[in-house]
C-alpha cells in the first residue's frame, strides 16, 4: 500500500483494510463482531477486508478462548494480526560499537546483537563489521533476510534525507559517506538512515523517559555532544539535517574544545576516547583534585550548550544520555542552570534507554515507514516533510 490520494480509485478500500488491520494489531484475538464494533464498519466490510488480509499473509485465525471452547456450540472464529509476517532491523553504528535489534511488524524485540570495533577503523571495516552482526543475529534469531520489511539506522553526523553522511567527525572516512546506499546492497528493503541523537530522542518518546512528552531534547552527552528534539510528537530535523548540533557552539567565541576542558593534563583528551572520559569521571568520584574541576568546567559548558537549546525550542523534558559513567551527576548542574537562565525550565530526566537508545530509535524509524505502508497513514514522528 502506498500514501492515500485523493484521485486513487481503490481509496475507501484501503482506507478499510488500514482502519480493520489497526484495530487488529491493537486488540487481543477479537472475533468478527469485536471488529466491526471497533471499527464502526458493516460487517460484509469487514469479512471481505479480513478475507484480503488473510490472502495477504497478515492475519491469521486464532486459537478461540478457553471459556470458549468448552462451552457447546461453534465458538466464534477469532483473528491475530502476524507480526511475524515480516520482520524490522534497527542499528546503531557508533565508534566503538555496532548493534543491532530485530523485531517483528508489531515492534516488540525479539532479537539483540553487538559487537566492539575500533574507533580508528575505515568506514569499509565499520559496514563489514555491521553486517556480520546482522548476519549473527538473523542466524541466532532463525529469521530470513528475505523477511525484513525495513532497516533503520543511527549514524553520527549531519545525514541526508537519502543517507549520505553530510558531515561526520566522529569516525574515520564518514564526511560524503553514501550510508544509505552502501547498506542498500546488503538488505533487499528499505534502509533509512538517522543522526543518532535524533534516533535517541524518538527512543526515548516511544519507550524511554518521554513516553508522556511532546515536546523533547534528547542530549547525547559525550566529548562532542549532540541533541535531537521533537516538536509537537514530530521529529525536528532542520532544513539541512543539522538541527541539535550543540558539539559546535564551543566555536562561536570559546576557542577551548570540550576534550580539552575535561582533560587532567595540559594534552586534550581524544574526541573518541571515551573510556579517557570515563576514567576522568571515575577519578572525580573518588576524590581526585583535578579531575574534579575537570568534570565540573565540562559540565558547565555542557549545561550552557543545552540552555541555548533550551531557550531556542522551550521542550517540556529534556533527557541526558550518552556514555554511562557519571551522567547522574550532570542532571542537578543542569536543572540549576536552566533554572537560572531560562523563562520556564524544563524538566529534567536521565536516558531510561542507555546504550540502546540509538538502537531503538532506529528500530523505531523502520517501523514508522512500515506502518505508513500497512496503515496508509501518513505523519509519523519521524516522517520526513
Known amino acids: ?120 577503523a575505515c568506514a569499509d571495516d565499520r559496514l563489514d563489521r555491521v553486517r556480520a552482526v546482522v548476519a549473527d543475529l538473523l542466524r541466532r534469531s532463525g529469521v530470513a533476510r528475505s523477511s525484513l520489511r525495513a532497516v533503520g539506522v543511527g549514524s553520527p553526523g549531519i545525514v541526508e534525507a537519502d543517507g549520505t553522511v553530510r558531515l561526520g567527525t566522529a569516525l574515520p ?29 524518538v527512543a526515548e518518546h516511544w519507550k524511554g523517559a518521554a513516553t508522556e512528552s511532546d515536546d523533547i531534547v534528547f542530549v547525547l552527552a559525550g566529548l562532542s555532544p549532540g541533541a535531537g528534539s521533537l516538536i509537537g510528537g514530530r521529529l525536528h530535523r532542520g532544513f539541512g539535517g543539522a538541527a541539535g548540533e550543540i558539539g559546535a557552539l564551543h566555536l562561536l567565541g570559546r576557542e577551548v574544545t570540550p576534550e580539552k576542558l575535561l582533560s587532567t593534563t595540559d594534552t586534550p583528551l581524544d574526541p573518541l576516547d571515551e573510556q579517557a ?37 522551550d521542550p517540556e523534558l529534556v533527557v541526558v544520555g550518552g556514555w554511562a559513567a557519571g551522567l547522574d551527576g550532570v542532571l542537578d548542574p543542569l536543572r540549576g542552570e536552566l533554572a537560572r537562565y531560562c523563562l520556564r525550565p524544563p524538566r529534567v530526566a536521565l536516558s531510561l534507554l542507555g546504550e540502546a537508545a540509538v538502537a531503538t530509535g532506529a528500530l523505531r524509524l523502520a517501523l514508522d515507514h512500515v506502518e505508513e505502508q500497512l496503515f496508509a497513514v501518513e505523519g509519523t514522528v519521524t516522517a520526513r516533510r
Open 1 to 120: 500500500m502506498g500514501r492515500l490520494t485523493g484521485g486513487d480509485p481503490s481509496l475507501l478500500r484501503r482506507i478499510n483494510s488500514a482502519v480493520v488491520l489497526h484495530a487488529l494489531r491493537g486488540a487481543h484475538s477479537p472475533t468478527l463482531t469485536d471488529l466491526t464494533r471497533i471499527t464502526g464498519l458493516s460487517r460484509p466490510t469487514v469479512e471481505g477486508v479480513v478475507e484480503g488480509l488473510f490472502e495477504a499473509g497478515l492475519v491469521v485465525e486464532a486459537a478461540p478462548d478457553e471459556g470458549e471452547a468448552r462451552r457447546q456450540g461453534r465458538p466464534a472464529r477469532r483473528f491475530r494480526f502476524r507480526a511475524e509476517a515480516g520482520h524490522l532491523l534497527g542499528i546503531e553504528i557508533g565508534p566503538h560499537r555496532v548493534s543491532a535489534l530485530l523485531s517483528g511488524l508489531d515492534g516488540r524485540i525479539i532479537g539483540a546483537g553487538s559487537r566492539e570495533v575500533s574507533e580508528t
Open 173 to 201: 572516512d564518514w564526511t560524503g559517506l553514501a550510508l544509505g546506499e552502501r547498506l542498500r546492497r546488503s538488505f533487499r528493503c528499505p534502509v533509512l538512515v538517522e543522526n543518532d541523537a535524533n534516533a535517541a530522542a
Open 277 to 313: 572520559v570515563a576514567a576522568v569521571f571515575a577519578q572525580a568520584r573518588h576524590g581526585d583534585v583535578r579531575a574534579m574541576a575537570a568534570v565540573d568546567r565540562f559540565i558547565q559548558r555542557l549545561v550552557h550548550d543545552v540552555a541555548a537549546l533550551v531557550l531556542a525550542l
